[in-house]
């Protein structure tokens, strides 16, 4: 029986990648597998170089004055890694989500930071709208994604400070103009590959103006002088990544997934708002193509629905605790076939109630 793996992360990968890494395991280099050789060996120093321009190449900024780095610690991390490097006076933060908030708590051990915005009183069901941002913050943080909640930004404010999004749940999902952030990143475990390893994209000119002495490990222009060696790298968890991105170059890029990401968006949702016995959690105009969050109307069914998506093989639909529900994770290496499987269960289930 397939399965269709929902799961928010660590999150579903291409058949090909989870091959070809598995075979790696094996032998990667002269019947040395991946996770044995020497990081400092001219065959993972390649994957290294590569990984790290396919980013570049996949988001569009290539040339541009931008560098990519492939780091530790998780998305946590980088919320005190981006406070530490562009932090000076003052910060502005929009707040909505979970992981937007913990940035928000993380950078205030250091400065002065303000929300700009907030939809926590709304259990951030919707995207803050119409905020302004004052032009003496050293920098804007947002989250392009909230997986818990399943809102997305379909829009980016107009600012001339740095802007910084933690793009950790969408990163080449969608065709957006990446060169309007001056800082992205992502842990790699919701859409790039396995847990283990943290995407950042920085532009170059936006570092060392700040006055505070930063720690060698917390310091980006290090990892930039460094080639994202400066200490043992996650080794499998890049090269995997790697797989990942030559995965998705080859099946022509940002814009071929993101047209099947909106089909695969608009298939779930469609049931969510047909469907009587379900009701989406986030406002629709704010709905994330990455993560569908919805409810049950009717607890009574649960079991039975629950039960339903064992057989057909789903796996992870369990929402947030905080949320409650359910929560469909829509990846770009989830096919389509398993969005349509789910969507069937609903509306099997609809015709048995």
Request: net charge negative.
């Amino acid at each position: 029986m397939k399965l269709h793996n929902f799961s928010a992360g660590p999150c579903v990968l291409p058949k090909e990648v989870i091959t070809k890494a598995s075979e790696a395991l094996l032998d990667f280099d002269n019947g040395l597998s991946i996770i044995e050789i020497s990081h400092r060996s001219k065959p993972f120093v390649d994957v290294m170089e590569k990984a790290r321009a396919l980013a570049l190449e996949l988001l569009g900024l290539e040339g541009k004055g931008y560098k990519a780095l492939f780091l530790q610690g998780g998305a946590s991390t980088q919320f005190l890694m981006v406070a530490l490097n562009l932090l000076e006076k003052r910060a502005g933060y929009l707040n909505t989500g979970t992981w937007a908030d913990k940035a928000i708590k993380e950078a205030r051990i250091y400065d002065d930071i303000y929300e700009v915005a907030s939809s926590k009183q709304a259990n951030y069901n919707y995207i803050p709208k119409g905020y302004d941002i004052p032009s003496d913050y050293d920098y804007f943080h947002c989250t392009s994604n909230n997986t818990i909640f399943g809102t997305q930004m379909k829009s980016f404010p107009k600012t001339d400070i740095p802007m910084v999004c933690d793009m950790s749940s969408d990163i080449f999902s969608r065709v957006i103009d990446y060169s309007q952030f001056d800082l992205i990143y992502a842990g790699a475990q919701k859409n790039l590959g396995p847990a283990g390893t943290t995407l950042v994209i920085v532009k170059e000119d936006i570092l060392g103006k700040v006055s505070r002495k930063i720690p060698s490990m917390m310091d980006y222009k290090v990892h930039i002088d460094k080639s994202s060696m400066f200490n043992t790298p996650p080794v499998f968890a890049v090269y995997t990544s790697m797989l990942t991105l030559e995965w998705l170059k080859n099946l022509g890029g940002v814009k071929a997934i993101e047209e099947v990401n909106e089909m695969k968006a608009r298939i779930m949702y469609s049931e969510i708002d047909l469907n009587p016995l379900f009701k989406g959690f986030a406002a629709k105009e704010d709905r994330s193509n990455m993560n569908a969050t919805f409810t049950l109307l009717n607890d009574d069914l649960k079991e039975t629905f629950e039960a339903m998506c064992i057989e057909a093989g789903i796996s992870g639909i369990n929402g947030h605790r905080s949320v409650g529900g359910y929560r469909a994770s829509m990846y770009n290496a989830l096919s389509i076939d398993s969005v349509k499987a789910l969507v069937e269960v609903m509306s099997e289930l609809e015709s048995k109630a």
